[in-house]
Structure formats: structure tokens, C-alpha cells
């Protein structure tokens, strides 16, 4: 018991430190960060599990992405981190098959910053299937592998987890950050919690705050 204080008083001055852009005690429950109301089971032992529900197309995620990134970079082991792809409507389906092809081809992480380049700002749409495999291809990717991964059953498979996902977790908007199975986080309630960040590149920044502090919490309890 006495570890698990120290862990979160560590999380704590960590989330106060951030400044007068920042709540000046512990994140709360309820405003930002919510508690879901059946928790979800977890297969990652002693590190924490850290999912984010995202989607290509989304402008949101897109400026998140790189303040996230640097985040799980800077946890390292001590969590494990995974990306959702929601599904959204049939005009954008191919990016999320698109996700989950370079997912199953273990090229997700190296093209996350490409994809989402490509489509704010550089000129692509990936809303049909042959724009999807012209792009990879002009982009160093094996053309047939992936045509035969984007159109197999694991993938499909993937593409209807989404959707049972985002239900179990009670996904209703991205990016939504959920910890341990246990708790969502996300700039949009770190907004609404603190009036006074009154950008979104602050409230995305203070949100890796309140995931600071909800990892320090679920590894205290797995002690």
C-alpha cells in the first residue's frame, strides 16, 4: 500500500507540474477521465495496456499522433500500446482495411506518420481500393502481399472487431485513450475538464498528463 501511494504521489506532482495550463491537483474521475462501466479484460500481464481508438481520416487524431507518439515512446515498457481503427461509413472503409493490412504486415507504426500525411495535406483520399494499393506500392511496399493480405479473412476479421471494440469500450468519438481496460482519457474531456486550455495543442499535450498519472495507477495496483 505504501508503494502504490508513493507511485501515484509521483503522478500526481507530475500532473501539477505542468503548470498553470493544467489542473493543479490529481486528474478526477468523472471529468478527466471516466471510469468504464464494466472493465475489460487485459493480456499484458505487469505492463499496462494503452489502446487508442483513431481513425485516419479524422483531423484530431491526426495532430494528436505525433504529441501520442512521443508519449508511448517516452513510457517504453512499461506499457503495451495498440491502436482500434474505427469503422465510420463505406467512403472511407478502405483506410480502415488499410490500417489493419499494414497492422498485419507489422508496418503499422512505420507508416502511421506517411498515411497520415498523405491525407492531410498531401493530396490522397484512400477512399477506394485501387487508390489504397497505387499509394503502397509507390511507397515501397510489396503490391501483390499486401492486395492478398488487404483482401483475407484475418483482416476482415480485424475490420468487424473494430466495431464490437468500440462497443465494449463505449466508443462514441476519437481519440479516446482507454488505460488498463479500466479508464478513458482523451483531449476532449481534458478540455471540458480545464477551461483555461484553450487550444487543442494544449489540451492534447495536458491529456499525456492524465495518462501519466492513470498508468502510475493501474501499475500500482498490479503490485
Same mark, same amino acid.
Given at each position: 500500500?505504501?508503494?502504490?501511494?508513493?507511485?501515484?504521489?509521483? /503522478?500526481?506532482?507530475?500532473? &501539477?507540474?505542468?503548470?498553470?495550463? &493544467?489542473?493543479?491537483?490529481?486528474?478526477?474521475?468523472?471529468?478527466?477521465?471516466? &471510469?468504464?462501466?464494466?472493465? =475489460?479484460?487485459? *493480456?499484458?500481464?505487469?505492463k499496462v495496456e494503452v489502446?487508442?481508438?483513431? /481513425?485516419?481520416?479524422?483531423?484530431?487524431?491526426?495532430?494528436?499522433?505525433?504529441?501520442?507518439?512521443?508519449?508511448?515512446?517516452?513510457?517504453?515498457?512499461?506499457?503495451?500500446?495498440?491502436?482500434?481503427?474505427?469503422?465510420?461509413?463505406?467512403?472511407?472503409?478502405?483506410?480502415?482495411?488499410?490500417?489493419?493490412?499494414?497492422?498485419?504486415?507489422?508496418? &503499422?507504426?512505420?507508416?502511421?506518420?506517411?498515411?497520415?500525411?498523405?491525407?492531410?495535406?498531401?493530396?490522397?483520399?484512400?477512399?477506394?481500393?485501387?487508390?489504397?494499393?497505387?499509394?503502397?506500392?509507390?511507397?515501397?511496399?510489396?503490391?501483390?502481399?499486401?492486395?492478398?493480405?488487404?483482401?483475407?479473412?484475418?483482416?476482415?476479421?480485424?475490420?468487424?472487431?473494430?466495431?464490437?471494440?468500440? *462497443?465494449?469500450?463505449?466508443?462514441?468519438?476519437?481519440?479516446?485513450?482507454?488505460?488498463?481496460?479500466?479508464?478513458q482519457a482523451s483531449p476532449?474531456?481534458?478540455?471540458?475538464?480545464?477551461?483555461?486550455?484553450?487550444?487543442?495543442?494544449?489540451? =492534447? =499535450?495536458?491529456?499525456?498528463?492524465?495518462?501519466?498519472?492513470?498508468?502510475?495507477?493501474?501499475?500500482?495496483?498490479?503490485?
Amino acid at each position: 500500500m505504501r508503494m502504490m501511494k508513493q507511485i501515484l504521489s509521483v /503522478a500526481v506532482l507530475a500532473f &501539477a507540474s505542468f503548470g498553470a495550463a &493544467a489542473s493543479p491537483a490529481a486528474p478526477k474521475e468523472g471529468a478527466e477521465y471516466k &471510469a468504464l462501466p464494466t472493465p =475489460q479484460p487485459t *493480456d499484458t500481464g505487469k505492463k499496462v495496456e494503452v489502446i487508442e481508438f483513431f /481513425a485516419y481520416w479524422c483531423p484530431h487524431c491526426h495532430t494528436f499522433d505525433p504529441i501520442l507518439s512521443a508519449w508511448v515512446k517516452k513510457q517504453g515498457d512499461n506499457i503495451v500500446f495498440k491502436r482500434v481503427h474505427v469503422p465510420y461509413n463505406e467512403r472511407v472503409a478502405p483506410q480502415q482495411k488499410l490500417y489493419y493490412t499494414l497492422e498485419s504486415l507489422g508496418l &503499422a507504426d512505420q507508416f502511421q506518420p506517411k498515411v497520415l500525411a498523405a491525407l492531410h495535406g498531401g493530396g490522397q483520399g484512400f477512399t477506394s481500393d485501387e487508390e489504397v494499393f497505387a499509394w503502397v506500392a509507390n511507397n515501397g511496399v510489396d503490391k501483390q502481399k499486401f492486395i492478398d493480405t488487404y483482401r483475407s479473412f484475418g483482416v476482415a476479421g480485424k475490420v468487424r472487431r473494430s466495431a464490437a471494440l468500440m *462497443d465494449s469500450y463505449k466508443v462514441e468519438y476519437w481519440p479516446l485513450i482507454v488505460v488498463d481496460g479500466r479508464w478513458q482519457a482523451s483531449p476532449s474531456l481534458t478540455g471540458e475538464a480545464n477551461k483555461n486550455l484553450n487550444t487543442e495543442a494544449a489540451q =492534447q =499535450q495536458a491529456t499525456t498528463q492524465v495518462l501519466d498519472f492513470l498508468v502510475a495507477k493501474a501499475k500500482a495496483e498490479k503490485k
